[in-house]
T-cell receptor, first 114, second 108 residues
Framework: EAGVVQSPRYKIIEKKQPVAFWCNPISGHNTLYWYRQNLGQGPELLIRYENEEAVDDSQLPKDRFSAERLKGVDSTLKIQPAELGDSAVYLC????????????FGEGSRLTVL | DAKTTQPPSMDCAEGRAANLPCNHSTISGNEYVYWYRQIHSQGPQYIIHGLKNNETNEMASLIITEDRKSSTLILPHATLRDTAVYYCIVAGYSTLTFGKGTMLLVSP
């Protein structure tokens, strides 16, 4: 069974540039999460999807961050424009609907903003 | 979600049992205890979870106190590959909120 796939693995951009991250969850997993992890910290939730609906986006900085999950499968997280403080690892996770469940994480996309 | 308290770091000798404690004194009745670990440069990996009873799987054992205010993750025979940050999380049917976890260093 394929795991959660994320791309790109690494991205270096200059501030004010846009960037996008892509996530393909495990087949059949209805719930998808985007987390951000700063150096030395635990992951912090940005947004959670149930199918194509964003059910928790309270921590997503909506002035510059956007996300979508069309057709309830893969998802894209976008930052426009990027700031220096956005340098972090962006993690995608998925799980099958049900409670309790275990989250399966991708390897993450490491963003460096110069 | 209830908060958890974990020591920032622990050491363990290879081959010995690693016992990682977690305090969650404000846990509510419908919240589970989850344990994840994160090896350097990888995404977090699920280890085990429990509600009231002790649990065991191929990776670890989870011991939850009767009052559910604390728990211990046990790695019975730690190896060098178990060096990682271990997160204890308490959550119901919602988002898992990660703290800083415990950095476990397994040494030869």
């Amino acid at each position: 069974e394929a795991g959660v796939v994320q791309s790109p693995r690494y991205k270096i951009i200059e501030k004010k540039q846009p960037v996008a991250f892509w996530c393909n969850p495990i087949s059949g997993h209805n719930t998808l999460y985007w987390y951000r992890q700063n150096l030395g910290q635990g992951p912090e939730l940005l947004i959670r999807y149930e199918n194509e609906e964003a059910v928790d986006d309270s921590q997503l900085p909506k002035d510059r961050f956007s996300a979508e999950r069309l057709k309830g499968v893969d998802s894209t997280l976008k930052i426009q424009p990027a700031e220096l403080g956005d340098s972090a690892v962006y993690l995608c996770a998925s799980r099958h609907t049900g409670f309790p469940g275990e989250l399966f994480f991708g390897e993450g996309s490491r963003l460096t903003v110069l | 979600d209830a908060k958890t308290t974990q020591p920032p770091s622990m050491d363990c000798a290879e081959g010995r049992a690693a016992n990682l404690p977690c305090n969650h004194s404000t846990i509510s009745g419908n919240e589970y205890v989850y344990w994840y670990r994160q090896i350097h440069s990888q995404g977090p990996q699920y280890i085990i979870h429990g509600l009231k009873n002790n649990e065991t799987n191929e990776m670890a054992s989870l011991i939850i106190t009767e009052d559910r205010k604390s728990s211990t993750l046990i790695l019975p025979h730690a190896t060098l590959r178990d060096t990682a940050v271990y997160y204890c999380i308490v959550a119901g049917y919602s988002t898992l909120t990660f703290g800083k976890g415990t950095m476990l260093l397994v040494s030869p």
